[in-house]
């Protein structure tokens, strides 16, 4: 599975940005899918995670009630709708696959390249 992160940019705080996480090559629609984020000088954390068939959903506590994860399995695309951004947020943002939704990044086996997010004050 091959993941192709997009949507970053530079952003007002109180912003919106809407990322998507194309993935391509095997069937893909069986895999949970995480979103993580690393800020510079800081580790990779977790910020959202989405089971194959949406009915599951997990969230950092940071970002509990701003942001939304959400799939379309036909488009083979996840999403992270981000509202009401931080200058906290700042971070390049990274979508993961694998077979369960956790929020641990060592479960997950597949990862995309990134895709930078900037929040000014």
């Known amino acids: 599975v091959q993941l192709q992160a997009s949507g970053g940019g530079l952003v007002q705080a109180g912003g919106s940005l809407r990322l998507s996480c194309a993935a391509s090559?095997?069937?893909?629609?069986?895999?949970?899918t995480g979103w993580f984020r690393q800020a510079p000088g800081k580790e990779r954390e977790f910020v959202a995670a989405?089971?194959?068939?949406?009915?599951?959903?997990y969230y950092a506590d940071s970002v509990k009630d701003r942001f939304t994860i959400s799939r379309d399995n036909a488009k083979n695309t996840v999403y992270l709708q981000m509202n009401s951004l931080k200058p906290e947020d700042t971070a390049v943002y990274y979508c993961?696959?694998?077979?369960?939704?956790?929020?641990?990044?060592?479960?997950?086996?597949?990862w995309g390249q990134g895709t930078p997010v900037t929040v000014s004050s």
């Open positions: 993961a696959a694998g077979p369960l939704v956790v929020t641990t990044q060592g479960s997950y086996n597949y």
């Open positions: 090559g095997r069937t893909w629609s069986r895999d949970a």
């Open positions: 989405i089971s194959w068939s949406s009915s599951y959903t």
